[in-house]
């Protein structure tokens, strides 16, 4: 299977202008294209139609969690479509989709206990939700805290403790986050390859190849 994998678009819509561009054809032949969140910048439900719908005419099979800047109609919207995978299973392919999408707004004030605490929640029923699932790829905003796609300025981390326990307990073969635009790479926790591909409103996404367990990325530049 062939993914995709966008983060922080934050609305900029000017890589899918041109049809004929290596990133638009790759869109097109993919098997899925999966967001991790930020689709828009601080707005709701009409500006996820018109960025996700401009991507949906690439690629039908489009998976996505909100991020911290996406309002809640964003949320509303995805679920409505059938692509939201915030606390929710998706099968295509053969491959069980499953995600965690940002839980509180962005603000300096934000209670990262109290998210942190919900994350768990819906953690622990995805685990129970993909519990027969052969191959699953997980969607998040946050990454996994203490790794290289968590990895902020002056070297400290600002991931997700919640994150990082369903990637250690089930070990989903692909783990996909944002958030963290100058993470972009990949990283490992145990069978997991974990992939940020950096903020598309930079030019930045991931090309994955998932075949069963084994998983091979590359982070390429749509500019």
Not at 54 to 79: H, Q, S, T
Not at 146 to 158: A, L, M, N, Q
Request: hydrophobic share 35%; glycine share 10%; charged share 20%.
């Amino acid at each position: 299977m062939i993914i995709i994998a966008l983060a922080d678009i934050h609305g900029f819509m000017d890589y899918f202008e041109q049809d004929n561009t290596e990133f638009c054809r790759e869109l097109n032949n993919a098997d899925a294209v999966v967001i991790a969140g930020d689709i828009t910048n601080f707005k709701g439900r009409q500006e996820a139609q018109r960025v996700l719908s401009k991507i949906r005419c690439f690629n039908e099979n489009v998976f996505a969690v909100p991020g911290n800047c996406d309002l809640p109609g964003v949320d509303e919207y995805m679920r409505s479509e059938g692509i939201n995978l915030n606390c929710n299973r998706i099968d295509s392919g053969g491959v069980t989709f499953t995600g965690l999408g940002s839980l509180l707004p962005c603000s300096r004030h934000g209670n990262d206990d109290t998210a942190e605490s919900d994350s768990q929640t819906c953690i622990e029923h995805i685990a129970a939700m993909t519990a027969d699932s052969k191959t699953v790829v997980f969607v998040s905003h946050k990454p996994a805290c203490d790794t290289k796609v968590d990895r902020i300025g002056g070297g400290h981390y600002s991931g997700s403790m919640a994150v990082r326990f369903f990637i250690e307990s089930y070990q989903p073969a692909l783990a996909v986050s944002g958030h963290i635009h100058e993470a972009a790479g990949t990283d490992r926790i145990g069978k997991t390859t974990l992939v940020n591909p950096g903020s598309l409103r930079e030019g930045s996404y991931a090309h994955i190849e998932l075949n069963g367990e084994t998983v091979k990325t590359d982070i390429r530049f749509a500019g």
